[in-house]
T-cell receptor, first 116, second 110 residues
Framework: DTGVSQDPRHKITKRGQNVTFRCDPI?????LYWYRQTLGQGPEFLTY????????KSRLLSDRFSAERPKGSFSTLEIQRTEQGDSAMYLC??????????????FGDGTRLSIL | LAKTTQPISMDSYEGQEVNITCSHN???????ITWYQQFPSQGPRFIIQ?????VTNEVASLFIPADRKSSTLSLPRVSLSDTAVYYC???????????WGAGTKLIIKP
């Protein structure tokens, strides 16, 4: 049983650089979510895809953040011109479902981003 | 704001039963209650989900009273490896944006 995988597990970069993370969901899952988590807090929703369509994006999300899921399979999250405040764990989750959000989400172990 | 409220932390001892209560006074009719467990440097893991009354699986039980304004996650005979953060969420139809609180940090002592 292959779970959700994220790459890289850790990323250290200088402020102002662009970074891209990849998420490979469970193969039969049509839904994919991105979250950000800082120490001591629960995950914060960033964006959501159903198949290749990006259906929801957090209003708190800066325009420096963009996500894609080109073929409805893997997804990438890009952060442009990184800032100190972007340092966090970035989590990807996938689930199977259609009309509701009751299906449990399966999470990867995240990409930890550190901005120097 | 999260739709649910939980204690910030709890501690217990190995072999004990642990009950973590979650308050969700404004739960919607079609919302389910879902609990996740998270260890440091890992993503959350699904534990159990329910709508009302009682649900039991191989790791936990979930009790939801008739008014559905609260729920209780019950972990039988905990071990040191149950030390983790536990999150309670309410979500339902058309609500794709799960709102997570800070969870309950459970510490199990020997």
């Amino acid at each position: 049983d292959t779970g959700v995988s994220q790459d890289p597990r850790h990323k250290i970069t200088k402020r102002g650089q662009n970074v891209t993370f990849r998420c490979d969901p469970i193969s039969e899952h049509n839904r994919l979510y991105w979250y950000r988590q800082t120490l001591g807090q629960g995950p914060e929703f960033l964006t959501y895809f159903q198949n290749e369509a990006q259906l929801e994006k957090s209003r708190l999300l800066s325009d420096r953040f963009s996500a894609e899921r080109p073929k409805g399979s893997f997804s990438t999250l890009e952060i442009q011109r990184t800032e100190q405040g972007d340092s966090a764990m970035y989590l990807c989750a996938s689930s199977l479902g259609t009309g509701n959000s009751n299906q449990p989400q399966h999470f990867g172990d995240g990409t930890r981003l550190s901005i120097l | 704001l999260a739709k649910t409220t939980q204690p910030i932390s709890m501690d217990s001892y190995e072999g004990q039963e642990v009950n973590i209560t979650c308050s969700h006074n404004n739960i919607a009719t079609n919302d389910y209650i879902t609990w996740y467990q998270q260890f440091p440097s890992q993503g959350p893991r699904f534990i159990i989900q329910g709508y009302k009354t009682k649900v039991t699986n191989e790791v936990a039980s979930l009790f939801i009273p008739a008014d559905r304004k609260s729920s209780t996650l019950s972990l039988p005979r905990v071990s040191l490896s149950d030390t983790a953060v536990y999150y309670c969420l309410a979500s339902g139809l058309g609500n794709y944006q799960l709102i997570w609180g800070a969870g309950t940090k459970l510490i199990i002592k020997p």
